[in-house]
């Protein structure tokens, strides 16, 4: 679900910063200004908190502990958009300091139905912290606001759970959409390098450019490999040495999911490419640690070369047969 930030995590500067008292500085002076300017109509409910009322709904008046679902667009006086609702509305429970205090005061005034633009000043805003780049610090603020519909308890948990099915929803779909691109990407890719690539039923492509000797990695076997990591850009994103082997235990998930399907077509001494779909990758997260940058929805190219594979155990299983035929 999308969280609106500014109106929710900045809600956190409450319980400090609204014990202190802030006299009225020359942004509220402009927001004043501002309303005598273009809505010379607008009432006023405390100071720093002003509204006009394009519609006036007929519905029942939202109160303190109900679920109010809006839609609305947040701005400066300039115009400039800082937040939004977007594809859902936005629901949160009134009183109970989940939003910005000038939402959480002014909207028990405003009826179901009700189309209606709320000023700010700083104090019921975002104070001298501001919200983010858009938003300097000490900035009076407006917003178009939808009061759409009051929610009970019972009715907030029906909708919750309708709205996460439909995210999930989305999310697949999504995911869909970019594994297709991603196809289409890695087919192009291999044409412009010429790699001569298989693709396995899930979608990870792979070349054995050299072949290895012996048997071919198991699941619980455990591989050493040397591999360098391309973004399809050709960005390095990391690599390792043949002195410092990455070890990892084949089908325990220990690695992506790409490469731990892909490395199965590699015995030891094999050298070759591994091209893995960012769903079979991060996915939608974007890596930032350690020097690693990889972007979401990346696809990721890995030259890999297999140093050895040990299967756990099998001294063990061996000396225990031979005491069996004792």
Request: a neutral charge; glycine letters at 8%; one cysteine or more.
């Amino acid at each position: 679900m999308k969280h609106n930030i500014t109106l929710t995590i900045l809600g956190c500067f409450f319980s400090f910063s609204c014990l202190m008292a802030h006299s009225i500085d020359s942004d509220s002076l402009t927001l004043k200004e501002f309303i005598e300017k273009n809505y010379p109509k607008a009432e006023k409910i405390e100071k720093g908190i002003s509204y006009h009322f394009e519609e006036k709904g007929t519905g029942s008046l939202p109160k303190v502990g109900e679920y109010v679902m809006v839609e609305f667009e947040g701005k400066r006086l300039d115009g400039t958009v800082f937040d939004k609702s977007e594809e859902d509305p936005f629901v949160f429970q009134l009183g109970y300091r989940q939003v910005i205090k000038g939402w959480d005061k002014a909207l028990a005034f405003f009826p179901v139905g009700s189309k209606v633009k709320l000023f700010l000043a700083p104090e019921m805003a975002y104070h001298k912290a501001g919200a983010g780049k858009l938003v300097p610090p000490n900035t009076p603020v407006m917003f178009d606001i939808k009061i759409l519909k009051v929610l009970d308890e019972a009715a907030y948990d029906e909708y919750m759970m309708a709205l996460e099915e439909k995210e999930r929803e989305r999310y697949h779909q999504k995911i869909k959409e970019q594994f297709l691109q991603d196809k289409k990407d890695i087919h192009e890719y291999c044409m412009k390098n010429k790699i001569k690539s298989k693709r396995t039923r899930s979608g990870v492509s792979y070349e054995v450019k050299k072949k290895g000797t012996g048997a071919y990695p198991k699941i619980g076997d455990e591989v050493s490999v040397q591999y360098k990591g391309f973004l399809v850009n050709g960005d390095l994103f990391e690599e390792n040495s043949e002195k410092e082997p990455f070890l990892f235990i084949v089908g325990q998930r220990r690695v992506i999911e790409g490469l731990d399907e892909a490395i199965v077509y590699f015995n030891k001494g094999a050298e070759g490419t591994i091209i893995i779909p960012s769903k079979l990758a991060y996915g939608p997260m974007a890596i930032e640690e350690e020097g690693v940058n990889i972007p979401a929805h990346s696809i990721l190219i890995f030259e890999i070369k297999m140093l050895d594979i040990k299967t756990p155990n099998a001294s063990t299983n061996s000396s225990d047969k031979e005491k069996k035929k004792k």
